[in-house]
């Protein structure tokens, strides 16, 4: 057994429950980054398991912990496209450049559900504010980002995505190179005991993101699920074979 486990994960309030009590555990290092910074580290093998965007999973053919990870049944409130225009005369729509998961579900309900073909840009949510861009029609954000009041009327991509399918997204996944019963064990201890602490989360994160303890509590309990059932994984296989069939994951099919 690894005497050491590196671990990667997104910082978002939504990862909390997953990683709970691993950054005081001397079993593990656990380091925090957007998933453009953390992904390619999990490339390089920095990582023996990272909490990283489904669509990075699936084209970097890795096996995942099968039953944790980050979903939702349909409404997010963090994972949003805000509209400058009616949806109709979107022509140009900014990519949050920290979340390929997020940037291929929403192409995919723009192309395959609304029936449009706009142009993408990139933007992030930290910099330049895009509603003062004139070539952006709409822009996507993720996390903890959407918590923010942008004053736009929006898309909730996960609602949208349930509407379109009739299934649950999964956004994020632990990610490993190869399968270590151990340190899987470890990752479902950490969820199951999070999961009992959602109060605490709550009360210690709602600032951070400029929610109440309330509507913190709420978020973590009722819009992001934390169990891979059969109808995530199905809701996955779905979302692989949409992205292939556009065009936007063009890595081999993994191994299951």
């Known amino acids: 057994m690894t005497s050491l486990w590196r671990l990667g994960s997104v910082p978002y309030l939504n990862a909390k429950p997953l990683l709970w009590g691993l950054d005081r555990d001397p079993a593990f290092r656990l380091t925090l980054?957007?998933?453009?910074?953390l992904v390619p580290l999990m490339e390089k093998g920095r990582f023996d398991a990272?909490?990283?965007?489904?669509?990075?999973?699936?084209?970097?053919?890795?096996?995942?912990?099968p039953d944790i990870g980050i979903a939702s049944g349909g409404?997010?409130?963090?994972?949003?496209?805000?509209?400058?225009?009616?949806?109709?005369?979107?022509r140009t729509v900014a990519l949050d450049r920290n979340s390929r998961t997020t940037n291929t579900l929403a192409r995919i309900l723009l192309e395959?559900?609304?029936?449009?073909?706009?142009?993408?840009?990139a933007h992030d949510p930290g910099g330049p504010d895009f509603r003062k861009n004139r070539r952006i029609d709409a822009a996507v954000t993720i996390g903890d980002a959407s918590f923010k009041d942008w004053g736009l009327p929006s898309i909730d991509l996960g609602a949208s995505w349930h509407d379109f399918t009739g299934g649950p997204f999964v956004f994020a996944v632990w990610a490993m190179r190869g399968r270590d019963a151990a340190l899987e064990r470890r990752l479902r201890a950490a969820a199951n005991e999070g999961l009992k602490r959602l109060d605490e989360i709550a009360k210690a994160e709602h600032a951070r993101v400029d929610l109440t303890p309330a509507e913190?509590?709420?978020?973590?309990?009722?819009?992001?699920?934390?169990k891979l059932g059969p109808a995530e994984r199905?809701?996955?296989l779905l979302f692989e074979?949409?992205?292939?069939d556009l065009g936007l994951l063009d890595s081999p099919k993994r191994r299951r």
């Open 50 to 65: 990272a909490l990283i965007p489904s669509i990075e999973t699936l084209r970097l053919g890795l096996a995942y912990v």
């Open 216 to 226: 913190c509590r709420i978020y973590l309990s009722e819009r992001i699920s934390y």
């Open 241 to 244: 074979r949409h992205a292939r």
């Open 75 to 90: 409404r997010t409130d963090s994972v949003l496209l805000h509209l400058k225009t009616p949806l109709k005369r979107v």
């Open 112 to 121: 395959r559900r609304y029936g449009l073909r706009p142009r993408y840009l």
């Open 33 to 37: 980054r957007p998933p453009a910074a």
């Open 234 to 236: 199905a809701g996955l």
